[in-house]
């Protein structure tokens, strides 16, 4: 089993990824929902970095000085992938992330952790990007930090939904911004993965959730 296979697993048994009716915060009625945070054990936090870790190793096993996770979700999504790329790839990359409010006593400033700096390559680590807003005001807080350079973003799942054009909101930020994105899985991967193959004995995407997720992308997904 892949490690993206593993990780749909993981997310199912964890209750991250569930089946059903829901409402997405843009309003659209989905078959599925990813609640990143249903996360809430030791164990999981570091399961959870160990995939995050696998894909940043795969796609950039080289090249990136720090790791920034936005507040407030991505915080402990950089703090537990630092944990197992040091813990299981040997890479020891610092990590930070911002307040949302800016502290003007102590040691002062809108970021914690470590201090980027001009030159630095830098990796948002997030969950499930929909609108692409917290990862769009990350890009604009470091203008006002320093000159470092945004290389790639890494969210856990790709939803593979039209943003405010006809593209996925991922393909709109490569290209407004420049920056690679990666995705731990796809929602195309979830269906391949999950149709009609139980996990821990009970079917999750049937053929008829698998059909109900095919019109949800056919109104819904990127051209």
Known sequence: MTYQEEFIHFMVRSGVLTFGDFITKSG???????????????????????????????????????LFGPAYKGIPLAVTAAASLYRNYGRDLPYCFNRKEVKDHGEGGAMVGYKPQDGDDIVIVED??????????????????????????????DRMERGTRDCTTLDELRQDYGIQVYPIVTIREIIRCLHNQPVDGKVYIDDGMRGRMEEYLSTYGAK
């Open 28 to 66: 659209r009625k989905t078959p599925y929902f990813v609640n990143t945070g249903n996360y809430k054990t030791g164990a999981q936090a570091a399961r959870l970095g160990d995939y995050y870790a696998a894909c940043i190793q795969e796609h950039m096993p080289q090249g990136i000085t720090a």
């Open 128 to 157: 499930v990007v929909t609108a692409g807003t917290a990862v769009r005001e990350s890009i604009e807080l470091f203008r006002h930090v320093a000159d470092v350079n945004i290389k790639a973003l890494f969210v856990s799942v």
